[in-house]
């Protein structure tokens, strides 16, 4: 490939990972550190830039084949579980709420008149803008054609030039100065950090878009793992280069929002008011039209991505039929709201999270165990284990019999049982006899 394919497939890689999802996390977090949030940020930038960087380069050593050492069942399970966290139960959704709150609620005047529906009290403008936006995002996924790759292609540079332009505004012209922490970024700002970066999804993400990389590079040709490897390693340093420096630009943002962060619960609102602060109502109207069109065409890569697998695992089942369901199960979540959503997903964040980790691990130290079948197994079964704690925690369950795991308050129980486990099975030796001497 020469040097303008790669950059093409790192820039593409990029901007599989830029949703609008990672532009809501960031500034709250920066807000919510005040003057903590360097540790903050560097504990972000290990989980939402790192992880997905080196999860990436382990689907390339592993051939796209990280999960071909569990049993079918656990590895279906598993897969399955990523699916439908990044499509229609969390990431979805979650891109057209995006979409609702910096791309349409800004210009309404009045976006709080609610209604009652089948018992439930909705926000109407929310409910008729996410039915609208499924639909749209639904046609699209039914009927893909050439129109979304144009929208694609004009779509990433813009967004870019706008993220470049706000990054250079933070640093020159920032709102106010740090506040002092909240919450538990006081105590513990590093592993609070870790832990809002499992909220991107990318780690996750990597684990089916590192396959997709490799099938693209086979179809450019590139049949040799050893060649596959060496470009997605490179398109994977690009795309982490280029999502460090939204982050950090963003945290800076947030950190140093002052009054225009005061009633938001969400990063997306302190985005939103900065941008309209900084650059008046056009640049409000630029950052929405961009956010909805980033927002949409995530949503269909990601009901598209889903129906295609599902129809797979379950052919009697149409691709048509598998979009029609994705799109209806991602407009009725997505009414739950941006807050409660984001809050609904953290107990399966973390208890997910874990297990994705463990895997990226097992898969660089394959070679090294003699039995590696088992060790994957084994240590995928503990990071489960002990992330089922983590998640309960996190869910508000009174956990207190296991409190005295380590790192079990900070949300972390995971960590130190799955590397003790790791490093035993290192230890084991291979159960095969050694061949008698000549």
């Known amino acids: 490939m020469s040097l303008t394919d790669t950059l093409g497939l790192g820039f593409m890689t990029f901007a599989f990972f830029l949703g609008a999802g990672n532009l809501i996390f960031p500034p709250l977090a920066g807000f919510l550190a005040g003057e903590n949030m360097p540790l903050a940020m560097l504990g972000f930038l290990l989980t939402a830039v790192t992880l997905p960087l080196v999860t990436l380069i382990a689907v390339a050593k592993a051939n796209g084949k990280v999960m071909g050492l569990l049993p079918v069942a656990a590895a279906t399970i598993f897969a399955v579980s990523i699916y439908i966290i990044i499509g229609p139960a969390f990431a979805a959704p979650r891109a057209g709420l995006v979409a609702y709150e910096m791309g349409f609620k800004p210009f309404v005047a009045d976006s709080s008149t609610t209604m009652m529906l089948a018992g439930l009290e909705l926000n109407s403008s929310q409910l008729f803008y996410t039915l609208i936006f499924f639909t749209i995002a639904m046609l699209l996924s039914l009927f893909p054609g050439k129109l979304l790759d144009s929208v694609g292609k004009i779509l990433t540079p813009i967004m870019i030039v706008l993220l470049v332009g706000l990054a250079l505004a933070v640093f020159i012209f920032p709102a106010s100065v740090p506040a002092l922490p909240a919450g538990d970024y006081q105590s513990h700002p590093l592993v609070k950090g870790v832990l809002e970066g499992y909220n991107t999804m990318d780690t996750l993400a990597s684990l089916i878009f590192g396959m997709l990389i490799i099938d693209i590079l086979r179809k450019k040709g590139i049949e040799a793992p050893a060649e596959q490897t060496k470009y997605l390693v490179r398109a994977a340093f690009i795309a982490a280069a280029g999502l460090a420096f939204v982050y950090i630009s963003l945290f800076f943002l947030g950190a140093g929002a ?150 079990f308050a900070e949300g972390m129980a995971w960590l130190l049982p799955t590397l003790l486990t790791t490093g035993a099975c290192l230890l084991i030796k291979s159960s095969k006899s050694p061949k008698a001497a000549g």
């Open 258 to 407: 002052g009054d225009l962060a005061k009633g938001a619960d969400n990063g997306g609102m302190i985005l939103t008011n900065y941008v309209n602060h900084q650059f008046g109502s056009l640049g409000q109207t630029l950052l929405a039209a961009v956010v909805t069109l980033a927002c949409l065409t995530t949503v269909v890569g990601l009901v598209s991505a889903c129906a295609e697998y599902f129809n797979e695992l379950m052919p009697r089942f149409s691709y048509r039929l598998l979009v029609v369901i994705m799109s209806l199960a991602c407009a009725t979540v997505a009414n739950i709201g941006l807050a409660e959503l984001i809050h609904i997903s953290i107990p399966v964040l973390v208890t997910v999270y874990p297990v994705a980790i463990a895997l990226v691990l097992v898969t660089y130290l394959t070679e090294r165990f003699a039995r590696p079948e088992l060790a994957h197994r084994t240590v995928l079964s503990v990071a489960l284990l002990f992330g089922i704690l983590d998640g309960l925690n996190a869910a508000g369950l009174d956990m207190s019999a296991f409190s005295q795991i380590p790192l």
